[in-house]
């Protein structure tokens, strides 16, 4: 007679592996690289839309600095 297998309790789970019980993953730990991600992301976004000049003083020292390493 062929044994029936076990039903685990994760099978059905469909959450990310870090919600799984036992697993060893740092609560919060993706809340906070998320945060230290969109925190320069946010801080050129008002940048550029505060200070326009900026955006233009950044686009013309990456021509000069691309035109040197071309000479």
């Keep these: 007679m062929t ?3 076990r039903h685990n309790e994760r099978e059905g789970f469909l959450g990310s592996s870090a919600d799984v019980p036992g697993r060893g ?3 919060g730990r993706g809340e906070l690289l998320e945060f230290l991600g ?3 992301a946010a ?5 550029f839309v505060v200070r326009p000049e900026v955006s233009e003083a950044l686009v013309h020292t990456l021509a000069t600095s691309t035109a040197g390493l071309v000479h």
């Design 43 to 47: 801080g050129a976004f008002v940048l």
């Design 25 to 27: 993953a740092v609560p």
């Design 3 to 5: 044994d029936r297998a």
């Design 38 to 40: 969109l925190t320069p």
